[in-house]
């Protein structure tokens, strides 16, 4: 996978908890799939996943997910960073958008209160992460703002809000709520009404960050598995990438193997040779706000502007105030009033380089 290290940014991982009964990886193994991501320097997005409860819709389902992050999020973390995503898809395609909202408020108030995880929780779409519609409603009524909606797109994805499949549209009404999103599954072999390819299409133009789902356990011939052999065939090596891999890698950076090339314009004179400045801006950033108080917690994201040809494979963070990140997604708090310059410079693909800036005022 590290020959792709400019299409893939980040991995996210499924966490069975193994006192349920349906994992033998126990929690130390876990941290260590975490810290081995981690240390390859991808971002990470672990989430709590019991697969009895995906899609079912009592709220305690989501409670038992935040109460496990309060148990685990100081030993999984002892040595790595990561994104939470809460749960994987509670909530099934009758929860509506109040419902929906008032279980992730108990459910984050239990993580932010029971650790000291500050960072942005991810929190999926009700309808097996498929109803942005509910998501889109509901969003601004869940009680913090330090959060990331994530939509799952299938074939057979359906949008109970919309009362249709999932159209590429809907991105649309979730993404003009003004909260950052992002694809946390999508795959191309369940087939059905949705064309998956044409809204993940969609959400790389609305520059979603895109994560393939790579399993081979969900019934699918030929499975959605990245690498080969798969896990139910051989528990050993030497593994490579598989057919799967080489027909969603595209997606990964905004593109997919069925977009046409450019074709060059033979009367276009040759670009100069040596380094050359980008056309626009490779990120910009996105700050929840640019006014805060002492000590008050703020979050930045980095918005993929970068278009088609060209992606982010680094992103490095200047706070100001001597405090360095890097990361697609960060907070912070600031210990004394003043004006703050904050700035992002991200690398491409090519190597070449921009920055973005924005002011950060601090009150008493």
């Known amino acids: 996978m590290n020959q792709h290290r400019d299409s893939i940014h980040t991995l996210r991982i499924e966490l069975e908890p193994p006192e349920r009964g349906e994992s033998q990886a126990d929690v130390a193994e876990q941290r260590r799939w975490i810290e081995e991501g981690y240390e390859e ?12 409860h995906n899609g079912q819709s009592d709220p305690q389902y989501l409670q038992n997910a935040a109460d496990w992050w309060v148990e685990q999020y100081d030993a999984l973390s002892s040595n790595a960073e990561f994104t939470i995503n809460l749960m994987n898809e509670w909530g099934g395609h009758d929860v509506g958008a109040s ?34 519609h509910a998501a889109a409603e509901g969003v601004h009524e869940i009680d913090d703002d330090n959060i990331i909606i994530s939509t799952h797109v299938y074939g057979v994805a359906y949008n109970a809000g ?25 795959g191309t072999r369940r087939p059905g009404s949705t064309d998956a390819t044409a809204v993940i299409q969609h959400a790389n133009e609305l520059d979603w960050p895109v994560i393939a789902w790579a399993w081979n356990g969900d019934g699918e ?28 890698i ?31 801006p490779i990120a910009e950033i996105d700050p929840s706000t640019t006014e805060i108080s002492v000590g008050e917690r703020i979050s930045f994201n980095a918005r993929d502007t970068s278009g088609k040809s060209r ?22 708090r600031y210990r004394s009033s003043g004006s703050y310059t904050v700035s992002l410079t991200a690398t491409d693909n090519d190597g070449e380089s921009t920055t973005d800036e924005v002011t950060i005022t601090v009150i008493d």
Request: with cysteine.
């Open 41 to 52: 320097g991808y971002e990470l997005i672990a989430t709590y996943h019991h697969y009895p």
């Open 99 to 132: 419902e929906w909202a008032s279980a992730y408020t108990d459910a984050i108030a239990t993580v932010r209160k029971g650790t000291d995880y500050t960072k942005p929780i991810v929190v999926d779409a009700p309808g097996y992460g498929q109803n942005v």
């Open 162 to 186: 919309a009362g249709e499949s999932l159209r590429s549209e809907h991105l649309d009404h979730l993404d003009d709520q003004g909260y950052p999103c992002l694809i946390g599954e999508f």
């Open 221 to 248: 011939t030929p499975p959605m598995n990245m690498a080969s052999p798969a896990w139910s065939e051989s528990c050993s090596g030497p593994y490579s990438a598989s057919d799967y891999f080489d027909e969603i």
């Open 250 to 280: 595209g997606f990964l950076h905004g593109r997919s193997e069925n977009t046409p090339d450019t074709p060059e314009d033979p009367d276009e004179p040759d670009e100069p040779d040596g380094p050359t400045t980008p056309a626009k």
């Open 311 to 332: 992606w982010p494979t680094c992103l490095s963070w200047n706070l100001g105030d001597d405090t360095t990140k890097n990361g697609w997604w960060i907070d912070h």
